[in-house]
């Protein structure tokens, strides 16, 4: 199980260039995996935070339910996002996040993946490219610890 978030940072970084398609101005826009669980998904969460432990990746908790795995591109990739999104000289940042909402005596647990570019203006610019290889091993980390896929 823990080799499949590692694949999915390959995966993430490798072909980001190439499929970058749409700048995220809300959470909405995210492309989202999701997967129903019975009980609290400590598994799932065990196998996020342990697989975020290459040098440079951080896990941050952003608030009680989202937890990110935040990652330093490699430098071509770094370079890219700067350029083509008009990013300020700030090394921008890969990042997989999970959300963990309550939901009908359960739990849902949601999956998203971007960039984020800090612009010039000091904000941080959301880019995300849909790519189904990268939602098909979300899909399979969401259903070995446990969930239920839940995607439209």
């Known amino acids: 199980m823990r080799p499949i978030l590692p694949i999915l940072l390959v995966a993430l970084t490798a072909c980001a260039p190439q499929y970058v398609a749409t700048v995220a101005t809300s959470e909405q826009d995210l492309p989202v995996r999701r997967a129903a669980f019975a009980t609290q998904p400590e598994q799932l969460d065990s196998a996020f935070r342990s697989?975020?432990?290459?040098?440079?990746?951080?896990?941050?908790?952003?608030?009680?339910?989202?937890?990110?795995?935040?990652?330093?591109?490699?430098?071509?990739?770094?370079?890219?996002?700067?350029?083509?999104?008009?990013g300020a000289l700030e090394t921008p940042i890969l990042v997989i996040q999970k959300q963990t909402d309550r939901e009908d005596g359960g739990?849902?647990?949601e999956l998203s993946y971007f960039a984020?570019?800090?612009?010039?203006?000091?904000?941080?610019?959301?880019?995300?490219?849909k790519q189904r290889a990268l939602d098909g091993l979300m899909d399979e980390l969401l259903t070995a610890t446990g969930g239920v896929a839940r995607n439209a």
């Open 116 to 129: 984020e570019v800090v612009q010039k203006s000091g904000k941080p610019r959301r880019i995300y490219f």
């Open 51 to 86: 697989s975020c432990d290459s040098p440079g990746d951080e896990v941050r908790q952003v608030s009680g339910g989202i937890v990110q795995c935040r990652i330093l591109p490699p430098p071509d990739l770094a370079a890219y996002l700067l350029l083509q999104f008009d």
């Open 107 to 109: 739990f849902v647990v």
